[in-house]
């Protein structure tokens, strides 16, 4: 049972190019997030996916898009990357929105952006 | 808008102390709420959880937490601490009104000493 996959674990990007990180699960769960951390700040979510076929902006969700490809799948896309976007991107899944279930975690994903 | 406030950037305590992690939050409704431990290079890993109930909260390798809706705090404990606890902890919260997402704090690292 992986839990939350996410690839690549390291990457380095110039400044404008794109890529997209992906995410799976495989615990069957309705809900995933996308989160970015930096030092001191914590984790700050991008976007999430409440359930497949759905998907809200977070608290940063500018210069991001995401995709929910299926039920396991959950895309994040940097169209033009920039600086300030380099940090250790998280991708988590729940069960459903319901308030008591945890989130479960990625390895994260650590992006430089140069 | 729900919040949570980690007050400590650093805990240092020495091997065979108890510990507490100190944790805060602000929500609308009935909170819901979360700790998290982050090893280094690695992702995040619930530990526990307050959703109703009991103050005293049981979690994983022998922390608790206990809720104080009051004094709206969810401080972590541990009566013994280890050096193998050594890490970075996140408080979370969910508000109880409606589907929320997670917000964290920004983390407090641990210190155990031998």
């Known amino acids: 049972n992986a839990g939350v996959t996410q690839t690549p674990k390291f990457q380095v990007l110039k400044t404008g190019q794109s890529m997209t990180l992906q995410c799976a699960q495989d615990m069957n769960h309705n809900s995933m997030y996308w989160y970015r951390q930096d030092p001191g700040m914590g984790l700050r979510l991008i976007y999430y996916s409440a359930s497949e076929g759905t998907t809200d902006k977070g608290e940063v969700p500018n210069g991001y898009n995401v995709s929910r490809l299926n039920k396991r799948e959950f895309s994040l896309r940097l169209e033009s990357a920039a600086p300030s976007q380099t940090s250790v991107y998280f991708c988590?899944?729940?069960?459903?929105?319901?308030?008591?279930?945890?989130?479960?975690f990625g390895q994260g994903t650590r992006l430089t952006v140069v | 808008a729900q919040s949570v406030a980690q007050p400590e950037d650093q805990v240092n305590v020495a091997e065979g102390n108890p510990l507490t992690v100190k944790c805060t939050y602000s929500v609308s409704g009935n909170p819901y709420l979360f700790w998290y431990v982050q090893y280094p290079n690695r992702g995040l890993q619930f530990l526990l959880k307050?959703?109703?109930?009991?103050?005293l909260v049981k979690g994983s390798y022998g922390f608790e937490a206990e809720f104080n809706k009051s004094q709206t705090s969810f401080h972590l404990k541990k009566p013994s601490a280890l050096v193998s606890d050594s890490a970075l902890y996140f408080c979370?919260?969910?508000?109880?009104?409606?589907?929320?997402?997670?917000?964290f704090g920004k983390g407090t690292m641990l210190l155990v000493s031998p």
């Open positions: 307050y959703i109703t109930g009991d103050n």
């Open positions: 988590a899944s729940s069960l459903g929105p319901a308030m008591n279930t945890e989130a479960f």
């Open positions: 979370a919260v969910r508000d109880g009104r409606g589907y929320s997402t997670l917000t």
